[in-house]
């Protein structure tokens, strides 16, 4: 059975030629596929895009429901100097009028130690020299107070500002360039931070972490609100995923949801591929195919590429504490990572207005959710019931459980794409999930931690690029790719997305004009 994605009352249709437009079809609708698919109705190409699940965004997900209470994956950190996701912003109108709209700043941003009770506060507002210097030594301080030795606190910010080439850091870990082995208490405080703040590895590139250490160095985006730091005012649904999507609609690109990706079908030359195989049986045949699939997919589908794509996944994951007003312990609180958290994690305090009244939501992201003991029960994540990982969550972020007895307390949420399921939901509903092992919870049932999504942090060794050398007519976007035109390598973050799709869009642009040439 052959697929048109473009107009599906064809029963049949091949790869376009002559003036037509360039037909693409993008296999997957998380933030990197959606922009792909953006730049190239920009061309004016035909457009398609599938996805095997029922909604837009991947990991992308989040929203207010009718009650105005946040459910949400994950909280959103950006910075002023994400140009490529600020001008993007600006290009996706919304119903305040553009996307861009949705960001504010973050002025304040916190380190703590929840089981002293220490908090350090930093200002992410743009500053003068001299609170520049205040505001680095607060960071310094933060440094000594976690027993960072006062040598190694100043060789860290000498060797963060030293000026290095790409050649020179190419393929370096970060726990090579810090020198873990021999600073074991700098290592022991950036484990924490990277960890909480973007989950990463010990083999993250060196590149990556310097972009986002050095945050406030260099030209930040004219249209940036007035922070180094940015948040997102709704859940990341709401502010972008479903006005881009409504956007993309409108402009022509058909969508194709619940369809898996099977396949691929290389002709006999391979030198192109020729169609794409998916679950039902059904092919797609385009001119161009981009992949915007998570990485372990994109490995299964191109074992040609198994060489140069090297990634590890990091479990996690968000959770929300909802309350009918802001308790005093959260008064002071914004956006802030807890450092002696064995589960990495960060934390959002927001206030909204609702019919009923106000309501304050406590969003926590926890991070290597299949490895970390917690303080609590000496557990993993995926190895608590839930109301185990509730009282952790409380007791990692604050050094005990009050907030659970707090008058103001309304409940407890895991975020959206986890959940506890049987044995048997396991086996047939959710057997493409990251799972964890069997829980026993408080009422005798055997259940299962699944989680629909992973944080995808590509190793120092790993180098695969937009474009792949056996197909001419194939092209990847997403979090993982290592292009070295990249100038934001940060991984896990919507600023690399959107800088890949960029580059995966050019690449793709510029082969079309390259093969209508050709054909001339």
Not at 128 to 133: A, G, N
Not at 477 to 492: A, I, K
């Amino acid at each position: 059975m052959t697929c048109h994605y473009v107009n599906e009352s064809e029963s049949e249709v091949g790869a376009s030629t002559g003036p037509t437009r360039a037909k693409v079809a993008i296999f997957g609708a998380g933030i990197s596929g959606l922009a792909v698919a953006h730049n190239c109705v920009k061309q004016g190409f035909d457009v398609a895009v599938y996805d095997k699940e029922l909604y837009t965004g991947g990991k992308c997900v989040g929203t207010v429901d009718e009650g105005g209470v946040v459910h949400e994956l994950t909280h959103r950190q950006f910075f002023a100097k994400n140009y490529n996701l600020i001008n993007f912003l600006k290009e996706v109108p919304s119903e305040s009028g553009n996307c861009l709209d949705s960001l504010y700043p973050q002025n304040m941003v916190q380190f703590s130690w929840a089981q002293n009770n220490k908090t350090i506060q930093f200002q992410r507002g743009y500053f003068s020299r001299f609170e520049k210097l205040w505001d680095d030594a607060k960071s310094a301080y933060s440094m000594l107070y976690a027993q960072v030795p006062i040598k190694d606190t100043l060789w860290f910010k000498q060797r963060l500002q030293k000026p290095y080439s790409m050649e020179e850091l190419l393929g370096v870990p970060v726990s090579e360039f810090f020198a873990y082995e021999s600073r074991p208490r700098l290592a022991d405080f950036l484990r924490s931070v990277l960890l909480g703040w973007i989950g990463a590895t010990d083999d993250t590139p060196a590149l990556a972490i310097l972009d986002l250490l050095n945050n406030k160095d260099g030209g930040l985006h004219a249209s940036a609100p007035d922070a180094y730091s940015l948040g997102m005012k709704e859940p990341i649904s709401d502010a972008l995923i479903n006005p881009l999507t409504h956007h993309l609609k409108k402009q022509g690109v058909k969508f194709h949801l619940g369809y898996k990706v099977k396949a691929i079908y290389p002709n006999k030359k391979r030198t192109r591929i020729d169609s794409v195989q998916l679950h039902n049986d059904c092919r797609v045949l385009a001119d161009y195919y981009v992949f915007a699939l998570p990485a372990h997919v994109i490995k299964s589908l191109f074992s040609e590429i198994s060489s140069v794509l090297n990634y590890e996944y990091v479990l996690s994951h968000g959770f929300q504490f909802y309350f009918s007003q802001v308790p005093s312990v959260l008064k002071n609180r914004t956006v802030g990572l807890v450092l002696d958290s064995p589960w990495g994690l960060s934390y959002h305090v927001t206030t909204r207005s609702t019919s009923e009244g106000e309501v304050t939501c406590l969003s926590v992201t926890a991070t290597d959710l299949d490895k970390a003991l917690g303080l609590l029960y000496q557990k993993p994540m995926l190895s608590c019931t839930e109301k185990q990982v509730k009282d952790e969550l409380l007791f990692q972020l604050f050094g005990q459980l009050d907030l659970l007895d707090h008058s103001a307390y309304q409940g407890f949420r895991v975020g959206l794409g986890a959940k506890m399921v049987t044995p048997q939901e396991l086996e047939t509903l959710y057997s493409d999930y990251f799972c964890g092992d069997v829980v026993t919870n408080e009422r005798g049932q055997s259940r299962y931690w699944v989680l629909q999504h992973a944080l995808t942090q590509p190793t120092a060794q790993s180098s695969l690029s937009t474009t792949m050398n056996n197909f001419s007519n194939v092209f990847f976007s997403g979090e993982y790719l290592s292009d070295p035109r990249q100038t934001w390598r940060v991984p896990v973050t919507l600023e690399r997305c959107i800088e890949t799709a960029n580059l995966c869009a050019a690449d793709l642009v510029e082969r079309v004009s390259s093969e209508r040439e050709e054909h001339r």
